[in-house]
Structure formats: C-alpha cells, structure tokens
C-alpha cells in the first residue's frame, strides 16, 4: 500500500502560496515533495479574509487582489487543493477546539483546525500509513500540533517539510492532557 503524504495547509501559507509574503518561495519550493494539498474550509475563508483585508490596507492592488483571490479558487475547484468540510453545528467539534484554545493559547480558528486535523484524520497523528503534516507559518499552532502528536513544517523556522518517513513527535504526557 502507498503511503499517502498531505500537506495540510494553514490560512498562513495559503496566503503566501497565493500572494507575495516573506515566504512564499519556501513553501512554492517545500511543497513540490507533496503528493496532495488539503485545507480546511476553514482555513480557505480565513485566507480569503486575509487577502481582502491586505487589499483594503492598500498592502494590494485591486488587480493583485483579484487575481490571488482567483488564482486560490482555481487551485480548489480543480482539486489541487483538497478542501476539508466540516459541520458548522458539530458541537463535539467546537468543545474539543475550546480545549485546543485553553491548552495551547491558539485562536478558535487554529485550534479548530486542529481539531478536524486530529480528529477527521485519525492518521495525521497516528502516522501509519501517512505521513501528513501541517503547513503553517504561524510558530504556536505548529508547537500545538507537534504536543498533540502531529507532524508540522513550521515554514517561518524551517527550511524545508518533514522529510517522507517522518514519525510524528509525541511531547505531551498522557497524564498530562486532562
């Protein structure tokens, strides 16, 4: 059986992959070993949120505005870009990222996209068969993730992905997580 590799990516790096950021070229580089992208849908309407707000700072053209908007929707609607789709009334969803945001200090968008990633991919943290890790350029939800047992390639830190064989790095105590 393959190992499938998804690069799960955060609002942070599919703003960078889709406008000029400190490091874009990084990831344009880092993620040329994926076989897949995911993203929460979360994460696309956070990014698409970015993006209008750099727009409306005067940090974009109306031009640069459009076209990374497009060039994003492009990406999904031709399933280069998988996008993860959760219930917006799953209760149990919104008390475990309540949890994330206590335990970690993360905002309620990270930390309920770590939730799906832990929860809807049981092998992002397991390992197994995959090899799945976050891409993000955000230093705190990549910290999270690798205390949640997950893999992550913190983008503002690291030069490149978790190399394929990776094993997620498990640094909280059990007893601990309560």
């Known amino acids: 059986m393959a190992t499938i ?3 799960y990516l955060d609002a942070s790096a599919l703003v960078a992959m889709f406008s000029p950021e400190p490091f874009s070229n990084r990831i344009a580089a880092g ?4 076989d897949a992208k995911r993203a929460t849908m979360y ?3 956070e ?9 409306l700072r005067k940090e974009m053209s109306r031009r640069d505005y459009l076209d990374s908007t497009y060039e994003m929707m492009a990406f999904v609607r031709g ?3 998988l996008v993860q789709h959760d219930r917006l009334d799953d ?3 919104f008390a475990q990222a309540e949890t994330y945001v206590q335990r970690h200090n993360l905002d309620f968008i990270d930390a309920l996209q770590l939730t799906v990633l832990l929860l809807r991919d049981a092998a992002f943290l397991r390992g197994g068969a995959s ?3 976050l891409v993000t350029i955000d230093s705190d939800l990549a910290a999270a993730v690798r205390k949640e047992g997950g ?3 913190d983008v503002s830190a690291e030069e490149r992905p978790p190399p394929p064989g990776a094993r997620p790095h498990f640094l909280w105590n059990t007893e601990d997580q309560g």
Do not use: N, Q
């Open 47 to 55: 990014a698409l949120g970015v993006l209008k707000r750099k727009f």
């Open 151 to 153: 893999l992550a390639w």
């Open 5 to 7: 590799r998804f690069a």
């Open 131 to 133: 090899e799945s890790f």
């Open 79 to 81: 399933d280069s870009i």
């Open 91 to 93: 209760l149990a969803l």
């Open 43 to 45: 994460c696309i309407v």
């Open 31 to 34: 993620l040329t070993t994926s």
